[in-house]
């Protein structure tokens, strides 16, 4: 009888101290602001959100933003790269505190990560001929069209779903832009964030057409769940780079727009 008295004895102080220690759990923004750096995760090969310039610096939209997002916590940022596919699993396993690389808020997600408020709105976009006066608004207004798509591509898969658009894929870019300058298609489908950035470097006769309905879609920062203080520290400091500009400053100086504000598709 002593002895299953002092096993139950054990087994309740046991659990009595993981419960203490669970909830006093440390909050990520203490871990946070005692480090002085906010770990940031990202590919840093994806212009031009996040890449190495020539002089191996991390440069980009996603870099600046992650930047900002450090000063208004009063921290300095800390990059971490890695390939996309491992990014969400790094982030869970406390590799980084947050991934900043145009990961899409998706309900599927959002059951396993918080997220900050969208920093950025993106959607499906028509690349046209620069003297192309046609305006499409929808894959059906596509039908009989010759449709140019990356190769693998979301796009792709978009643009076969519809019976009657001529789909061309190409192998990259460049390959697809050719054929859209030379009227071997009709249009090319890319990312709306990408469009822009796109045409400003690319110094071809094209320009950006019509959203596709639909197709929107928003990008925000996620992070590892059960940490209030820091989701909230989090979401005040993007609110707070929306309402002074930052934001709005760090798209046009990458894209020559404002990226950062809702599509309305």
């Given at each position: 009888?002593?002895?299953?008295?002092?096993?139950?004895?054990?087994?309740?102080?046991?659990?009595?101290?993981?419960?203490?220690?669970?909830?006093?759990?440390?909050?990520?923004?203490?871990?946070?602001?005692?480090?002085?750096?906010?770990?940031?995760?990202?590919?840093?090969?994806?212009?031009?959100?996040?890449?190495?310039?020539?002089?191996?610096?991390?440069?980009?939209?996603?870099?600046?933003?992650?930047?900002?997002?450090?000063?208004?916590?009063?921290?300095?940022?800390?990059?971490?790269?890695?390939?996309?596919?491992?990014?969400?699993?790094?982030?869970?396993?406390?590799?980084?505190?947050?991934?900043?690389?145009?990961?899409?808020?998706?309900?599927?997600?959002?059951?396993?990560?918080?997220?900050?408020?969208?920093?950025?709105?993106?959607?499906?976009?028509?690349?046209?001929?620069?003297?192309?006066?046609?305006?499409?608004?929808?894959?059906?207004?596509?039908?009989?069209?010759?449709?140019?798509?990356?190769?693998?591509?979301?796009?792709?898969?978009?643009?076969?779903?519809?019976?009657?658009?001529?789909?061309?894929?190409?192998?990259?870019?460049?390959?697809?832009?050719?054929?859209?300058?030379?009227?071997?298609?009709?249009?090319?489908?890319?990312?709306?964030l990408f469009v822009p950035y796109l045409i400003k470097t690319a110094n071809v006769?094209?320009?950006?057409?019509?959203?596709?309905?639909?197709?929107?879609?928003?990008?925000?920062i996620p992070y590892r769940k059960g940490n209030p203080d820091f989701s909230a520290?989090?979401?005040?400091?993007?609110?707070?780079?929306?309402?002074?500009?930052?934001?709005?400053?760090?798209?046009?100086?990458?894209?020559?727009?404002?990226?950062?504000?809702?599509?309305?598709?």
């Amino acid at each position: 009888m002593k002895v299953k008295k002092a096993i139950l004895f054990t087994v309740l102080s046991v659990s009595a101290v993981c419960a203490t220690l669970g909830a006093h759990a440390e909050d990520l923004l203490n871990t946070v602001k005692s480090r002085g750096e906010l770990m940031i995760g990202m590919e840093g090969t994806y212009p031009p959100f996040n890449f190495r310039d020539q002089n191996g610096e991390l440069q980009g939209f996603d870099v600046d933003v992650g930047k900002a997002l450090a000063s208004k916590l009063g921290v300095k940022p800390k990059f971490y790269t890695a390939e996309w596919s491992g990014l969400i699993g790094g982030l869970q396993a406390g590799k980084f505190d947050v991934v900043v690389n145009q990961v899409s808020i998706t309900p599927q997600r959002r059951q396993s990560l918080d997220f900050s408020p969208p920093y950025a709105y993106s959607a499906v976009q028509v690349l046209q001929k620069r003297d192309d006066k046609q305006e499409y608004r929808s894959l059906e207004e596509l039908k009989g069209k010759r449709v140019a798509v990356t190769l693998g591509s979301n796009f792709a898969d978009l643009a076969k779903s519809v019976p009657g658009i001529i789909v061309q894929t190409y192998p990259g870019m460049n390959e697809a832009l050719g054929d859209l300058v030379s009227g071997r298609a009709d249009a090319y489908l890319n990312d709306r964030l990408f469009v822009p950035y796109l045409i400003k470097t690319a110094n071809v006769p094209v320009r950006g057409g019509g959203l596709l309905k639909n197709t929107s879609n928003e990008i925000g920062i996620p992070y590892r769940k059960g940490n209030p203080d820091f989701s909230a520290s989090v979401n005040g400091a993007m609110t707070s780079m929306r309402q002074d500009g930052t934001l709005a400053t760090i798209s046009k100086k990458w894209f020559g727009t404002d990226v950062t504000r809702p599509v309305g598709n």
